[in-house]
């Protein structure tokens, strides 16, 4: 065997309630604040174009932009929880499923059950350390889970020189 294809590392982590809600506290405390001054920009942008409709004295205008404020508030309040209630309810989250991690040289593979997915490091968005876990996120929102408790191929301290080099302006340690 090539040392391109030689495992790494290799990692099992539990995909819990429990652990997806650190990693919700965890993303909701790194990017939360942006969401919120973004509906809030978005707020007083609409209650500005309301006001100047109320001096202008237009019904059209009025009725429109309070039906923007009702339903641009109804989705920035209730479209969040509604994501969490379904990912809770995922087979992989509700279950517990057991989710294999394993890390080469330039890509490394997922897989859940009998589904596998490879993915190259390069594509990654972001890699966030913390005392349990990596996240290493794929877009800004979604995220894979990398339990530092489950390497059985490697150690945690390891992994993090490796992932920090192959990643050295995504990389972010959070302790």
């Known amino acids: 065997m090539n040392n391109k294809n030689k495992m790494l590392f290799k990692c099992h982590t539990k995909y819990s309630k429990n652990n997806y809600n650190k990693f919700i506290y965890f993303h909701n405390n790194k990017f939360g604040l942006f969401y919120d001054a973004y509906t809030l920009l978005f707020l ?3 209650i500005y174009c309301l006001v100047l409709g109320i001096k202008a004295k237009q019904l059209y205008t009025i009725l429109i932009f309070s039906f923007l404020i009702i339903a641009f508030l109804s989705y920035r309040i209730f479209s969040p929880l509604f994501e969490y209630k379904k990912s809770t309810k995922s087979k992989t989250i509700s279950k517990s499923q057991d989710i294999a991690f394993y890390f080469y040289e330039k890509n490394f593979k997922v897989r859940e059950k009998n589904k596998f997915a490879k993915v190259r490091y390069w594509r990654l968005h972001k890699v966030y350390e913390t005392d349990n876990f990596f996240y290493l996120y794929l877009t800004k929102k979604y995220a894979f ?4 408790k489950g390497f059985t191929q490697g150690s945690p301290e390891e992994f993090s020189k490796f992932i920090k080099n192959k990643l050295k302006f ?4 959070e302790k």
């Open 145 to 148: 889970l990398v339990d530092k």
């Open 44 to 46: 007083l942008l609409f």
């Open 170 to 173: 995504k990389y972010k340690l």
